[in-house]
């Protein structure tokens, strides 16, 4: 069964669009995406119908008329900066007659909802993750509407894949694609499976049709994005394998990349398929979360420590360049010193590109909230310390590797720290900086590596 939203409501959103357009005011709008790159992604959507209102994107909050708060729950830092930035708006919010809407993962919480509902007075338009799309019809509400209160459209059912509303890109060059949304797995550490219900996978024939097109418009490199993408099903006899392949053959694609894959779904022909393609990228994030067998049983991971080893032999095995970046978790309730060396050796084992390390945080509603043996921060903070020299270490010792070398790149754009520079990247996600002709971006070309700064490399066009 393909559940999509039917074409008659989408059109009806583009009514509520041409709606706004028509009343013809000028508004700013600004949106502060939080999270993952699945939130950028929806941001990007979001941008796509204000522009398509005729509304200009600002960068400052203080020169918006809307101001669109994109909220992400999966660690409670997260949660506690939007409250902050909501309460600076207070003060201008009347001065620039502004909307202020509140959407994303947060909002499909009911205890934040609760928490607005009592101290924001400030948020006029809460929607959740599911609705997305119903976005031009709240706001046209809410701007023809004066005097209507606050409107809260939270959906606690999953909604529905949606095709056919606009999309503004950040880049020509890179796109990222949402190819299913939700998650099944319920890690016990993990809000996802609350805030963005349950796997919905997008048909195919839309994905390649999506792609296709950014093609023809000069895209050259895709990002494939799901909170588990290698459960990627849409239909009986179609699996990530399928899409991978199907996506291997568009012409104009040259990189393709996908996050996140989960360790228990990696099979053996999505293996196949990559070391075919000269496009897959060989940089492999596998989330571990913890290295100890004990302690990934009760995050409910669904694999051991042998395991996760035994699929990156395999992986290694097939595919020879293949690099691997992770997910780690700190501090897991029960997480004891033995298991967290057992975490440190397997980070030795894979010399793992990248780690992205999280001190674990307690997350409302979870099973792990209610577990025994929480751990107190102090300890937390000396294993999360532990962990980063190792990762620190290691990721200067990769990097230093790259000195020397000439590395294929595609160029980016403008470096965001140094207009006269150009940043461009590795097949391996390395950054590269240069000086260069702009009329290099959205180029593949090689560059000889001078020297690498840790987080960055510099090159020189030879
Ligand atoms: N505490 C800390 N880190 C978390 N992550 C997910 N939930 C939590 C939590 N409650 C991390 C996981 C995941 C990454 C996106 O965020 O490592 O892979
Ligand atoms: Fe969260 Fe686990 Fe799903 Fe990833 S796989 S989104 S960590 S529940």
Redesign the pocket.
């Known amino acids: 069964m393909i559940n999509k939203v039917p074409e008659s409501e989408i059109q009806n959103q583009i009514e509520y669009i041409n709606k706004i357009k028509t009343l013809g005011e000028k508004r700013n709008y600004c949106i502060n995406t939080m999270g993952c790159k699945l939130n950028e992604a929806d941001s990007e959507k979001l941008c796509g119908m204000l522009d398509s209102m005729g509304y200009t994107q600002v960068e400052e909050f203080e020169y918006a008329n809307i101001v669109i708060f994109n909220t992400c729950s999966i660690r409670e830092n997260a949660e506690e900066k939007v409250f902050g930035k909501l309460g600076e708006l207070k003060n201008i919010k009347e001065k620039n007659n502004m909307i202020i809407c509140f959407a994303g993962c947060m909002s499909q919480e009911p205890h934040v909802i609760e928490k607005i509902k009592k101290s924001y007075s400030q948020v006029d338009i809460i929607f959740g993750t599911h609705n997305l799309y119903k976005f031009p019809e709240m706001l046209y509400n809410k701007l023809t509407n004066n005097n209507q209160k606050r409107i809260v459209d939270v959906w606690d059912i999953d909604g529905e894949i949606y095709e056919g509303l606009p999309i503004k890109r950040q880049s020509k060059t890179q796109a990222s694609i949402i190819i299913m949304n939700g998650?099944n797995?319920?890690?016990s550490y993990?809000i996802?499976?609350y805030v963005r219900g349950r796997e919905r996978s997008r048909q195919p024939e839309d994905i390649l049709f999506e792609v296709n097109e950014l093609a023809k418009d000069g895209c050259k490199e895709i990002l494939l994005l799901g909170?588990?993408v290698n459960s990627y099903n849409p239909r009986e006899g179609y699996s990530f394998a399928n899409l991978l392949a199907d996506l291997d053959k568009i012409d104009g694609i040259d990189i393709i990349k996908f996050t996140?894959p989960?360790p228990k779904d990696f099979k053996a022909d999505v293996i196949d398929v990559i070391a075919n393609s000269k496009k897959i990228s060989r940089v492999i994030h596998l989330?571990l979360q913890s290295g100890s067998s004990k302690v990934l049983q009760s995050m409910n991971r669904g694999y051991t420590k042998e395991e996760y080893l035994d699929l990156a032999k395999r992986i290694k095995e097939k595919i020879p360049d293949a690099l691997f970046t992770t997910d780690i978790i700190v501090g897991f309730p029960g997480e004891t010193e033995e298991d967290f060396e057992d975490t440190l050796d397997v980070v030795r084992k894979m010399d793992y590109e990248q780690v992205f390390m999280f001190i674990y945080s307690v997350r409302k509603g979870t099973r792990a909230e209610k577990m025994e043996g929480h751990i107190p921060e102090d300890i937390k903070s000396e294993r999360f310390n532990r962990l980063k020299a190792l990762a620190d270490g290691m990721l200067e010792e990769s990097m230093n590797k790259y000195v020397g070398t000439t590395q294929r790149v595609l160029v980016e754009g403008e470096s965001k720290t140094n207009k006269d520079m150009l940043t461009a990247r590795t097949s391996s996600n390395k950054i590269v900086n240069f000086e260069g002709p702009k009329d290099l971006i959205g180029k593949e070309i090689e560059l000889k590596i001078v020297s690498q700064h840790v987080w960055y490399l510099k090159g020189i066009i030879e």
């Open positions: 998650c797995n319920f890690c993990c996802v499976p909170q588990n996140s989960h989330p």
